[in-house]
Every structure is written in structure tokens, then in C-alpha cells.
């Protein structure tokens, strides 16, 4: 029998582990892919294990060093995104834009047409469409970050994990005898800057960029001292240093004057927004047949709302309740009920 190939993104940790591991016991002929993309104090820890993990499977794995690039696309993306004081999405950035179409790529010059993650995400049909569902796992879905992709791409992919919980994954790496594989611990956050993004910022751009600025109120009445806008996200509330009786969240960064606007909650909220870079698998279903929710916050609640397209990439998304902490630069994700639509980047919001 003619066994089906699949190239998977091995990132050493557990959840790729697992996936390896399933894909394999599935009867699929699994090459393993490792992309250095960013080593914090130039540890090449995962290199090895995702490399001794293929070997112990007898599966072919594959470095490939995409480093300039990331940093050129993800890393400088980051950095501009704060520096024009908007909050960056890097994760769903590099997903849409680099991991997935750079694994396609290598796919295609190995003549490989599956690619597979251990993404917490399933796929679906509907309309004839295939689309992308939630992870069963309510913890760990990671749906959020995949809007951007393609169908054409969708339509290549294997998710071995997404009708899994974490505690499931960990209990089959346990099950084959790979207990270290199923104790290893999750990555947190961005993976380039798992800390504060501030301190990130000021190494390297160095301290000198940043420069003091003043608080305003709604009405524009100066009512402290701030650090440097690009240390703020709409939506903050903790760690401003002021000491008011209410409390109180930014609500505007403004890059041109290093201003920063700050308001009561009852201020903070907003019915419509404008996104772009906009991509849905099939713009019929915002026609009215789908009841639409959207989400603006990897841990945020969905809000049910209506979308009008603008444009091929542009759209206007109007909710039925309004929504606080709506920051530019952050995505904008459309659902009906599980299954993942479409999404954009917020522009504005009013
Ligand atoms: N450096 C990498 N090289 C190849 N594939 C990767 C790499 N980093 C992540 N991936 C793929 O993308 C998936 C999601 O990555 P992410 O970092 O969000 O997840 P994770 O839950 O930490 O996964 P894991 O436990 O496998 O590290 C991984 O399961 C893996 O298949």
C-alpha cells in the first residue's frame, strides 16, 4: 500500500512529539521538520530532542535555519508594531504568513502534499468548504492563531491533536514509555519573548529611544508622567503608576506625540471596528446564514456581531454588544459557533 507522506513542524516539545507519534500508529510515512527561528541564549536544546525523538521513530528529520528570516519578518514586525503604538499579534503573524506557508514550501520541494502541527485545532467540512473547528480542549485551542491561512493550505493540513486534551497528550507519550516527552513543560507565550515585552524593546533598541511622555484624560487634561507610549496597550490597566481613586485603562497611544490617553472603564468600550488584511474561507457565510461571533483576545470571550466587507481585505465589523480594550494592531476573529471563518487586523475602532 501506497502510505501517505506528511511533513511535520517538530518543535521538540511535547504536543509535536505526540503528533509524531499518532501520525506514525495512523499509517502515515511522517518526515520531520525542526525550524530554528529564534534560540534564547543560543540554546539548541529542542534541536536534539526533536532530532532523537525522529530517530528513536526511525522517522527522516530535517533543521532548517530560518533565523534571518524570522527575525526580518516576525521580530522587526514586533518591534515596528509597538514602536507605531499599536500591539502585534506575532504568533498569529508568524503562523499565517511564515510557519505554514514555509513548511508548504519545503512540502512541495520534497514532494510532500500533507503538512501536520500539534496544534489543538480540528478541521472541518461545510458548504464545501473546509474550514477549521476549535480544539476539543477549551485550555488549549489554538484556532485563534490560524485565521490567515488559506483554504488551499487548509485543505493539506493534519491536526492529530485537536479532538485531544493536553492530559490526554501527556498520558500518550507516557502510554509508548517517552515519560520526559510527556513531562515537558508548555511554551509560554511569544516564543522570542516569553517575558516582558518592555525589557525586550529597550535591549534592542536601547534606552535612549524611549522618552517620557505625559497621561492625558479623555477631555486632553495632563494628569501624569509616563515611560514612553511603546511600554503601553490599550486595554492596560496594571503597572501605569497612578495613584487615582478609580480605576483606570489606556485607551489611546498616540506614536506621533507620545501621548497616552487613559480612561474610566465606562470609557473603554466600542460598537464598530475597522480590520484589514482580512481573510475568510467563504464570504457567504456573513451573509446573514451563520449567527457571527468574534473574538479580539486570545483569552477573551467571543461577541456576537455582523461583518461588511469593504473590500477583498478590508472590513467593517459592527458588535451587537459594545466590546472594551479593542486594540489596533491586535486580530479580530470570526466563528460560527466552533467553526473559524475568517479573520483581520483591527485598524480603528470607535
Ligand atoms: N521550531 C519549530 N519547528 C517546527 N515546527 C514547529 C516549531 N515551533 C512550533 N512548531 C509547530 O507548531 C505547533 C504549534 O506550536 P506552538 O509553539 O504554538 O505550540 P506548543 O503547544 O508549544 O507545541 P509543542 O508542545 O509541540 O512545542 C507545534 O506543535 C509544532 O508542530
Not at 281 to 298: E, K, Q
Request: contains cysteine.
Amino acid at each position: 500500500m501506497n502510505r501517505k507522506k506528511v511533513l511535520l513542524g517538530m518543535s521538540g516539545g511535547t504536543d509535536s512529539s505526540v503528533a509524531a507519534m499518532l501520525l506514525q500508529e495512523q499509517g502515515y510515512d511522517v518526515t520531520g521538520i525542526t525550524f530554528r527561528f529564534y534560540e534564547i541564549d543560543e540554546n539548541t536544546a529542542y534541536l536534539s530532542e526533536a532530532a532523537e525523538l525522529a530517530a528513536r521513530l526511525g522517522i527522516p528529520h530535517y533543521i532548517y535555519d530560518a533565523r534571518a528570516e524570522f527575525e526580518k519578518n516576525i521580530v522587526a514586525y514586533f518591534i515596528d508594531e509597538y514602536m507605531s503604538g499599536r500591539t502585534p499579534v506575532p504568533c498569529i503573524v508568524c503562523n499565517n504568513t511564515f510557519k505554514w506557508p514555509l513548511m508548504a514550501k519545503v512540502a512541495d520541494e520534497q514532494g510532500i502534499r500533507h503538512i501536520a502541527t500539534g496544534h489543538y485545532v480540528r478541521l472541518m467540512e461545510a458548504g464545501g468548504h473546509s474550514y477549521l473547528q476549535s480544539g476539543v480542549d477549551p485550555d488549549k485551542d489554538q484556532s485563534f492563531f490560524l485565521w490567515g491561512l488559506p483554504e488551499i493550505l487548509i485543505k493539506r493540513m493534519i491536526l492529530p491533536l485537536g479532538t485531544l486534551t493536553k492530559t490526554e497528550v501527556r498520558e500518550i507519550a507516557r502510554q509508548r514509555g517517552f515519560f520526559q516527552i510527556a513531562a515537558r513543560k508548555d511554551s509560554l507565550g511569544v516564543c522570542f519573548c516569553p517575558g516582558d515585552y518592555r525589557s525586550f524593546l529597550k535591549k534592542r533598541l536601547g534606552e535612549s529611544v524611549f522618552s517620557e511622555g505625559f497621561y492625558e484624560d479623555e477631555s486632553g487634561k495632563i494628569i501624569g508622567k509616563h515611560k514612553g507610549y511603546p511600554f503601553y496597550t490599550v486595554g492596560q490597566r496594571r503597572g501605569l503608576g497612578l495613584n487615582l481613586q478609580h480605576p483606570v485603562f489606556v485607551k489611546e497611544i498616540s506614536a506621533q506625540d507620545n501621548r497616552v490617553v487613559i480612561a474610566p472603564l465606562s470609557g473603554m468600550y466600542k460598537i464598530r471596528m475597522i480590520l484589514k488584511s482580512v481573510n475568510v474561507i467563504d464570504s457567504s457565510d456573513f451573509d446573514g446564514r451563520c449567527a457571527i461571533t468574534c473574538r479580539i483576545r486570545y483569552r477573551k470571550q467571543n461577541t456576537p456581531c455582523r461583518v461588511f466587507f469593504i473590500s477583498d481585505n478590508q472590513a467593517e465589523v459592527r458588535f451587537d454588544e459594545p466590546v472594551h480594550s479593542v486594540a489596533p494592531g491586535q486580530a479580530a476573529v470570526f466563528y460560527c459557533g466552533d467553526r473559524l471563518l475568517g479573520g483581520g487586523i483591527i485598524v480603528s475602532a470607535e
